[in-house]
Structure formats: C-alpha cells, structure tokens
C-alpha cells in the first residue's frame, strides 16, 4: 500500500511544507488516501549480446548414426564434408535445448544475475557437388 497527498488548492492556496507537515502530525489525514498498486511488469535488460563465430559453435556433429558419401559417421562424430562437396546447405535450424552454465548474482547492480547460456542447435546438412 502507498499513500499519496491530493492536494486540489490552487498555487495561492497552498501551504508550506511545513505547515503541511504539521497538519498531518495533528492528525489531519482528510487529503490523505491510500491506494493499492499493482504492477504486473517484469523488468529485465540484457548487457551483453555476444554473436556466435565459427570458434564458438564448433565442428557439426551427427545427431544420428548416418551415411555421408558411402562412410558411415556414428552419433556424435564430427561431420567432415565430402571431398566432392562444393555447397552445402543447411536446413530445418532449431534450438534443440539451452543449458545454463554459469549463473552468478551481478555485483554492481542488486537484483540482477549474469547468466552464461549454453543452446544446442539441431539442424540437417545437405552437402552438393
């Protein structure tokens, strides 16, 4: 709950600070009124954005056991492109899961947390020659 002074005098009108102070010490609470607030916000920033590069991602690996050009790569290999192979492309991206990695409480701002984030993408390549 929070209360607020509706004062509805003109500038003229008004009293001073103190005056109105003392008036409320007195007992005089007929300006006075509480009101309930309800603020249904969630107030979030986000410092940092960094862009993923080829060293962040890492080599693709098979989500399957699969065959790429007659080799047969196992679940969790790295995908190495055909030596053939002169486009590839890439479809069906989605994030698959997001793993929190680290999540410490920000020591410069209180009630905020730096989170670092971990997302696993699935997507299928489709190499051309």
């Known amino acids: 709950m929070a209360t607020f002074e509706l004062n509805s005098k003109s500038h003229n009108e008004a009293h ?68 053939n192979a002169a486009a590839v492309n890439i479809d069906r991206l989605r994030v698959k899961r997001v793993i929190i990695v680290d999540k410490d409480q920000n020591p410069f701002k209180s009630g905020y947390w730096d989170i670092d984030l971990k997302y696993i993408f699935e997507y299928k390549l489709t190499f051309y020659s």
């Open 16 to 83: 001073t600070d103190a005056e109105a102070c003392a008036e409320m010490c007195a007992g005089d609470t007929r300006r006075l009124r509480e009101e309930s607030i309800i603020a249904l916000k969630i107030y979030d920033s986000c410092r940092q954005q960094d862009c993923l590069n080829e060293a962040d991602i890492g080599p693709a690996r098979a989500a399957e056991d699969t065959e790429i050009d007659c080799e047969h790569i196992r679940e969790g290999e790295i995908i190495v492109p055909p030596h």
